[in-house]
């Protein structure tokens, strides 16, 4: 099932997105078989959940966390995690240097930006992002882009105006305050019942679960 499922959707996107498989709750197995598969990038939301999967899987999978940030369990994936998806304020980026700079990785990060209609996502509010001039220089941390969730809607006319918001966001960064760091080049935004609407609208990186890997269990949160 895994497998054909990965395939259907690989079947709809196109150069230059890429697929996050997002695979929390499901147990190790399930990963196993979508590696098989071919799949490499895998998202996690729980930090000890990905501290305990990342021993019992394939050392090149590229580990993306996209979970709500806790500066206290950046200590479990700090030294493997290839990108952190929602970094929501500066505060929570001089943690995230901070954390790195004690094992001496560069981390890859995304700023996450806050559109959607609901005060219960996180992220930065464009004024907000101005005071990322007020920051010292980052030696640990790699601002990548942005990621950004839209409103919980079956609206696909508003989801798409969200999306476009986020990617005006990452524009005006781009061309601003990161203008000098080719790098800045991701925009992860995109689920399972929206990630088509997102690659429209710029998605880099589209994190999809249910789809591939069926219901979750959310008895298993952490």
């Given at each position: ?72 369990q950046l200590k479990y994936y700090i030294g493997f995690v290839t990108m952190i998806h929602g ?9 995230v240097e901070k954390a790195a700079a004690k094992v001496g990785r560069v981390v890859d990060v ?113």
């Amino acid at each position: 099932m895994i497998q054909e499922n990965l395939a259907a959707i690989a079947a709809t996107i196109p150069q230059g997105t890429r697929l996050v498989a997002v695979s929390k709750t499901k147990p190790v197995e399930m990963v196993q078989e979508a590696y098989d598969a071919g799949q490499r990038l895998f998202g996690e939301n729980y930090a000890t959940e990905l501290r305990d999967k990342y021993p019992l899987l394939p050392k090149d999978i590229e580990w993306h966390f996209i979970g709500h940030l806790q500066p206290k369990q950046l200590k479990y994936y700090i030294g493997f995690v290839t990108m952190i998806h929602g970094v929501d304020s500066v505060e929570h980026l001089l943690e995230v240097e901070k954390a790195a700079a004690k094992v001496g990785r560069v981390v890859d990060v995304l700023l996450q930006v806050h559109v959607a209609a609901e005060e219960t996502k996180f992220g930065f509010v464009p004024e907000e992002l101005e005071a990322l001039h007020t920051i010292p220089q980052l030696e640990h941390v790699r601002v990548r882009g942005v990621m950004g969730m839209a409103t919980a809607t079956d609206d696909m006319e508003q989801v798409r105006r969200e999306f476009r918001r986020i990617h005006a966001i990452y524009d005006t960064l781009r061309q601003g305050f990161f203008a000098s760091q080719p790098t800045f080049n991701e925009i992860s935004m995109g689920m399972s019942h929206d990630y088509r609407i997102a690659i429209e609208e710029g998605a880099t990186l589209v994190r999809i679960g249910s789809s591939i890997f069926g219901p979750r269990n959310y008895s298993k949160q952490q």
